[in-house]
């Protein structure tokens, strides 16, 4: 029958023979063992959380490749040097499309901030134009130190609808050329 001192000594007896294991093991091995979805899925929100106090993006596509490493282990069961190779290839393919493509579109999208010279160079639509004394107004597509219209002089004839480019500053207004 049932013999309770038995039982104890034979899960006594499995418990130190899994320590025992445990201690055996390798780190590596370990790791394999011990490490689930979840904590991949932890570790890559603290990681985007961190990005609040550091702003850098740096850790928001660590942190999310972490979290899809996650996603990836909670359906197909990897080992964890794979995992690890994973989440590095991800990250690494993240931060390079950041900061190669996406960060200097969103960089170049305002120009506020810029130095009155970084005009020259960039084109506008005419909105208004006086033929005679050659004065007009502009508009950017994107504000423009801090607006989107500018006044210019413009020695060419232009109607509005017309695209200009900035040949120079002159005060507060831009000296443009017909494009």
Known sequence: MYDAAQCSQNLCSLLAHKIEHDETMTAIEWLNVHVEYWHWIVAGLLFV??????????????????????????????????????????????????FKFISPVIKTRSLAGMAMESLIGQQATVVLFD????????????????????????????????????????????????V
């Open 49 to 98: 959380l961190s990005e609040i106090f550091l702003t850098s993006f740096i850790f928001l596509w660590i942190g999310v490749s972490a979290v899809v490493v996650g996603i990836t282990l909670l359906f197909i069961p990897i080992s964890f040097n794979a995992q690890l190779i994973l989440w590095m290839l991800l990250s690494l393919v993240c931060l390079v499309l950041w």
């Open 131 to 178: 033929g005679e004394s050659g004065n007009g107004k502009v508009k950017f597509s994107v504000p423009v130190l801090g607006s989107e219209q500018w006044a210019i002089i413009c020695h060419d004839v232009v109607i509005p609808g017309d695209r200009v480019k900035v040949t120079d500053v002159l005060g507060n207004k831009l000296l443009t050329r017909k």
